[in-house]
């Protein structure tokens, strides 16, 4: 849907920009030069590309807005890098340091089988193992010696003794350890967040996150690819990077999809000022800019893409549908958002009155996108018969007791 006629709206935009904007109506793949562009918008052209993008979205999907059911598994909130803008990981010697041990896991996987989940988050810092000598301590006593071990195995008991899907969300892991998660997971995450190499300059917010470098994290994302792993990454926006490094990052993201065909769904999230950080005094995207990047991330991802939003990161999320989204991301019925734990869940009922009243129906996916589940090549062996039994036959999406 649009909030003004299209037609109307294409006439607020400069030359160049619609002609961008017609390119992606039209269902042709935008130029770099074309994506670039998109950089530009201002003013009045704002509504005018989320009415595009709106328009490109509905020709590319049924009028359906998804998520996934799930619990969130923080497995351990130690890491080896330090965000600028991260609370999610804690120093060693903080009393908030937890890794969680195999009962806790199995115990919310278990909670979330009950609560109709479907899908097993796992959230954790990046190889923390390398920096922390008492959570190395921690990794022996569960008869591990690398936080990638571990990893697979609670993957793995979670999977075969509550049925719930595995997503993985690792930081950045080598081609062997993306392959042996490819063997207890449905799919796998990495936000690129951004490829500014100026934020991991000194002073900048991954100054301090060798994991963060823009190459390292489009080569492993490159590495599931080549894998065959059905793939979630996403931008992170408003953590310094300009308008033109927003698109770049979408076009690297592309660029990748269109060689491997495995990102299933982009992410478009919002920097959200925490308190206690080095950057609580920094400014939030407002709502404007989050749609526009939304619909810029349609435009020149295409029709036929996930745009995911989380919804909790948005004091009214609702307008987001109107930039071209389709996908909410994860919601728990159970557990909160650990990396932004101030920002709670929408209630799922309210959640599927907001789309009913944009013209959508809210329907429940599996972690592991409809197109995906049902192509060989993006599902271990071993996973196939498992993830297929819990999707409706038809619509590919999650099946729902009723
Ligand atoms: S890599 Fe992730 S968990 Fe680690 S400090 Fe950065 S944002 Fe936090």
Redesign the pocket.
Known sequence: MATIPLDVALTTLRPQLRDAVETALDGTRLSDEQALGLAEIRGAEHPAVWAAAAAVRDAGHPPVVTYSRKVFIPLTNL?R???SY?T??RDEGDPRVHTMNPEEVLAVAEAGRRRGCKEALFCL??RPEVRWPRYREVLKRYGHTSTHGYLVEMCRRVLEETGLLPHPNA?VLSRRELAELREVSASQGLMLETVSDRLCDPGGPHAN?P??RPATRLAAIRKAGELGIPFTSGILIGIGETAVERVEAVLALRDLHERFGHIQEVIVQNFRAKEDTPMAAAGEPGLIELMTACAITRLIMGPGMNIQAPPNLSADYGPLLLAGINDWGGISPLTPDFINPEAPWPNIDRLAQLCEEAGYALRERLTIYPEYLRDDAFLDEGMRVRVRTMADPESGLALVAQ
Do not use: P, R, S
């Open positions: 890491c890098d330090v965000c991260c999610f990981a810092g990046d930081g996150a994991d963060k």
